[in-house]
């Protein structure tokens, strides 16, 4: 069990174009699902968590426009970066939690982004 | 500022090896410490900590944790070069509950 499915694996998109990454928790309902980035040779760097049928919490540092959350059902999040820039290029990784921790936190298999 | 600090940030041994991974921390509203091991694509989940003195085991890995120092310690023996990896700590807690991750250590197990 606890299996979260994130896709796509991987996107190559052009500057200026809006690219959406899914995280579906496959077999428990996700209360609360976190989206994460991470560098090359760097650690996770927390973005912002959702939780479900309220607005995404942000970190600081963080441009809530620029990516936007939706968590709009128990086993469903997306993360759309808007306007992409190379910068942007990154790993995406989502997780998942269900309110009772049973699963800990289960982590999809993360979006590798490339904008050009 | 909650932190969490792994050391050795990386560590090359040989296949038979044993390997200790250390992971400290200063976090508040500390909940559990949960070990991770990243490849190529997202974190595989290792062990979650959440009581001292109490070691967590799975075949070739075991790790503890010690509330009152603040660090756990992950070990690996008889690694493998399937054991190279990045070995991630993070600690759930703050003061939005969240997941606070350290660096990382990458290990290298060469044959």
């Known amino acids: 069990g606890a299996v979260v499915s994130q896709h796509p694996s991987r996107v190559i998109c052009k500057s200026g174009t809006s690219v959406k990454i899914e995280c579906r928790s496959l077999?428990?309902?996700?209360?609360?699902m976190f989206w994460y980035r991470q560098f090359p040779k760097q650690s996770l760097m927390l973005m912002a968590t959702?939780?479900?049928?309220?607005?995404?919490?942000?970190e600081q540092g963080v441009e809530k426009d620029k990516f936007l959350i939706n968590h709009a059902s128990l086993t469903l999040s997306t993360l759309t970066v808007t306007s992409a820039h190379p910068e942007d290029s990154s790993f995406y990784i989502c997780?998942?939690?269900?309110?009772?921790?049973?699963?800990?936190?289960?982590f999809g298999s993360g979006t590798r982004l490339t904008v050009v | 500022e909650d932190k969490v600090v792994q050391s050795p940030l990386s560590l090359v041994v040989h296949e038979g090896d044993t390997v200790t991974l250390n992971c400290s921390y200063e976090?508040?509203?500390?909940?559990?410490l949960l070990w991770y091991k990243q490849e190529k694509k997202a974190p595989t989940f290792l062990f979650m900590l959440?009581?001292?003195?109490i070691e967590k085991k799975s075949g070739r890995l075991s790790s503890i944790l010690d509330k009152k120092e603040l660090f756990s310690i992950l070990n690996i023996t008889a690694t493998q070069t399937g054991d190279s990896a990045v070995y991630l700590c993070a600690v759930l807690g703050g003061a939005t509950n969240k997941l606070i991750f350290g660096t990382g250590t990458l290990l290298a197990v060469q044959p």
């Open positions: 077999d428990f309902q996700a209360t609360t």
């Open positions: 976090v508040t509203n500390f909940r559990s």
């Open positions: 959440t009581s001292s003195g």
């Open positions: 997780s998942a939690s269900s309110q009772g921790f049973n699963y800990g936190y289960t």
């Open positions: 959702s939780n479900e049928g309220s607005k995404a919490t942000y």
